[in-house]
C-alpha cells in the first residue's frame, strides 16, 4: 500500500497542479496519434522511468537521490509515474513527430528537450520533489536525460513506422 506523503507541503503542491495541467494539456492538443501508439508511448515512459529511478534513484545497485518525502514510495511518486511521466513522454513523441525521420532536427530537439526537462527538475529540486546524495547533481541528471530522450525518439520513429501513414492538418 501506498503511504500518504509525511506532510503535505510544497513538493506535494507542484505535483498536483501538473498533474492537473499535463492531462488538461494534452486534451486540448489535436491528437497526432492513434490510441495504440499513444498508449505505447505513455506505457514505455511509466517502465522506463521506475527502472531507471529504481536502479539509479532507490533500489539497488546506488541510491542516489530521494523523491518526494521519504526514501520509500508514497502515493505521490505514483502520481508522477502514472500521470506526469508518461503524459510529459507522450508531449515529447508529440513534437518530435513533427520531423519523423529527420535526424538532425531530432537531434536537436533531443538537446533542447534534454535542456528544458533539466531546468523542469532544478525547479522540482527547489520544491523538495527531489533530494541528491552522495555524487549526483543536476548535470548528472542532465547527461541522462539525453540518453532517455534519444533512447525515446528511437522508440517514437520505430513506432511511427508502424503506423498506416494518415494525413495531420
Same mark, same amino acid.
Given at each position: 500500500? $501506498?503511504?500518504?506523503?509525511?506532510?503535505?507541503?510544497?513538493?506535494?503542491?507542484?505535483?498536483?497542479?501538473?498533474?492537473?495541467?499535463?492531462?488538461?494539456?494534452?486534451?486540448?492538443?489535436?491528437?497526432?496519434?492513434?490510441?495504440?501508439?499513444? %498508449?505505447?508511448?505513455? $506505457?514505455?515512459?511509466?517502465?522506463?522511468? $521506475?527502472?531507471?529511478?529504481? $536502479?539509479?534513484?532507490?533500489?539497488?545497485?546506488?541510491?542516489?537521490?530521494?523523491t518526494m518525502d521519504t526514501k520509500q514510495y508514497d502515493l505521490f511518486d505514483f502520481f %508522477?509515474?502514472?500521470?506526469?511521466?508518461? %503524459?510529459y513522454g507522450y508531449f515529447f513523441a508529440w513534437f518530435l513527430s513533427f520531423w519523423k525521420e529527420n535526424t538532425g532536427m531530432s537531434l536537436l530537439?533531443?538537446? %533542447?528537450?534534454?535542456?528544458?526537462?533539466?531546468?523542469?527538475?532544478?525547479i522540482a529540486v527547489q520544491f523538495h520533489v527531489y533530494q541528491y546524495k552522495q555524487d549526483w547533481d543536476i548535470n548528472h541528471s542532465a547527461f541522462?536525460?539525453?540518453?532517455?530522450?534519444?533512447?525515446?525518439?528511437k522508440f517514437v520513429q520505430w513506432l511511427l513506422r508502424q503506423e498506416p501513414q494518415k494525413s495531420f492538418s
Open positions: 500500500m $501506498l503511504n500518504p506523503p509525511v506532510q503535505f507541503d510544497e513538493n506535494e503542491w507542484l505535483v498536483l497542479v501538473t498533474m492537473i495541467l499535463l492531462p488538461l494539456l494534452m486534451y486540448v492538443t489535436p491528437k497526432r496519434f492513434s490510441s495504440s501508439t499513444a %498508449i505505447a508511448i505513455m $506505457l514505455y515512459n511509466i517502465a522506463f522511468s $521506475l527502472c531507471t529511478d529504481c $536502479l539509479a534513484g532507490s533500489c539497488f545497485p546506488w541510491d542516489l537521490y530521494d %508522477i509515474y502514472v500521470i506526469q511521466y508518461p %503524459i530537439y533531443v538537446v %533542447i528537450w534534454a535542456l528544458i526537462t533539466t531546468f523542469l527538475e532544478w541522462f536525460y539525453l540518453i532517455y530522450f534519444l533512447l525515446e525518439a
